[in-house]
């Protein structure tokens, strides 16, 4: 077993115990936000240090603002609009990835899910200006959209409904904790294989694996991103 899979198999085991752990609270609201500060915690002692884990809505020049975001991978190299409450205003050109966090998945549910996606796909940078070095497969300007779960609904029932959603919806990535994970199957993440719309790994530490290593891509670039700030004031 290559260390990074075996690596994973134990933060598998952590994650899924600390999160129950979590049940002892009993107040659905105070869970959820204790379940997302673990994968905000998780990711921000793994990932490359040029991007900050924070939560909030995103915020383009037209003044368009996507919903609530439960996890936002945004760059150091770009300022935010900080609230005591955690829940910080991100600029669009700022942001590389978001999460979104639950619990537990049904097809059903992914309609909600793919509403938030939605609305961060519709944002737009005020311009494509600026440079970045290291790897380049990802498109310069795209933010990354992963649903993350502890539980839920088997792979294949999860895909089917996926499919089902339009593209503006769906997530590049769905990992669930237990089970494993789908990766949208584009040939920018990995390589493209067969006509699937996702890759699918059926186990969980083999998805998280997989999950460092494209979040690895996608925020361990060296990126300066310009920004119209006269957009974003008149």
């Given at each position: ?38 994968i905000q915690d998780f990711l921000t002692a793994h990932l490359p240090e040029m991007t900050s884990v924070v939560s909030g809505m995103i915020v383009d020049s037209n003044g ?100 089902q959603i339009p593209d503006s919806g769906q997530p590049d990535v769905y990992l669930d904790l237990t ?56």
């Open positions: 077993m290559k260390p990074l899979v075996e690596y994973c198999h134990g933060a598998v085991k952590a994650l899924n115990a600390q999160y129950e752990m979590t049940s002892v609270l009993h107040h659905s609201a105070t869970a959820g936000s204790a379940r997302e500060r673990l368009r603002r996507s919903k609530q975001q439960d996890i936002v991978l945004m760059l150091k190299s770009m300022p935010r609009l900080p609230f005591a409450s955690g829940h910080d205003l991100i600029f669009q050109e700022g942001t590389v990835a978001t999460f979104e966090i639950k619990t537990e998945i049904t097809p059903s549910a992914l309609e909600n899910i793919a509403l938030n996606i939605e609305s961060v796909k519709a944002l737009e940078p005020s311009t494509l200006e600026g440079a970045q070095l290291g790897d380049l497969g990802w498109p310069y300007a795209r933010i990354l959209n992963v649903v993350l779960t502890y539980g839920g609904t088997a792979l294949d029932g999860i895909e089917r409904k996926l499919t089970k494993g994970i789908l990766i949208k199957n584009e040939g920018l993440l990995f390589t493209q294989e067969g006509f699937s719309s996702y890759l699918r790994f059926d186990d969980a530490a083999v998805g998280l694996a997989r999950l460092l290593a494209l979040l690895s891509k996608v925020t361990g670039r060296l990126v300066m991103r310009g920004v119209k700030w006269d957009a974003y004031i008149t």
